[in-house]
């Protein structure tokens, strides 16, 4: 289900709900990819925030659905704005999944070790990085400061 908006001048958002299914994800990056061209986002932002999406919704799957039955999955909620007043995106990431904190500090990876990587690529690709639950929710607030090109 996709509900896209633009918002007065300088605001652009894109909301999106998409079924906790890895074909999904393939979608939604284009749906990104769309967005950003259509606003002119610089391409190698915008190639990192679908990036940080992914990561995302890919961990949200495998990890935050891995114990909850197909059909008692509930959507996964996806929001985007780009402000190009204060150069800067934003993403607010939802879902029902088992409650996890991805901002609080893991043990190191070894080299050579297989998965884990995609958390810390997200908390180096985005400026800011909160975590929330919200009744059943787990909230993400991500953001990331831009310079145009």
């Not at 990431?93 to 995609?118: H, Q, V």
Request: glycine content about 6%.
């Amino acid at each position: 289900m996709v509900d896209g908006k633009n918002c007065p001048l300088e605001n652009k958002t894109l909301k999106l709900e998409i079924l906790p299914e890895f074909s999904e994800i393939a979608k939604v990056t284009s749906l990104l990819r769309d967005f950003f061209h259509k606003h002119n986002f610089p391409t190698n932002y915008s190639n990192e925030i679908c990036l940080v999406v992914e990561e995302l919704a890919v961990n949200t799957i495998m990890h935050g659905y891995k114990n909850i039955a197909v059909q008692n999955r509930e959507k996964i909620s996806v929001e985007i704005e780009c402000s190009n007043k204060k150069n800067k995106v934003s993403i607010i990431f939802r879902d029902t999944g088992i409650p996890f904190d991805p901002t609080l500090p893991r043990p190191a990876r070894k080299e050579g070790t297989i998965g884990g990587w995609g958390l810390m690529l997200v908390k180096k690709i985005m400026h800011n990085f909160k975590y929330e639950r919200s009744g059943k929710y787990n909230v993400l607030r991500l953001s990331k400061y831009y310079q145009e090109t």
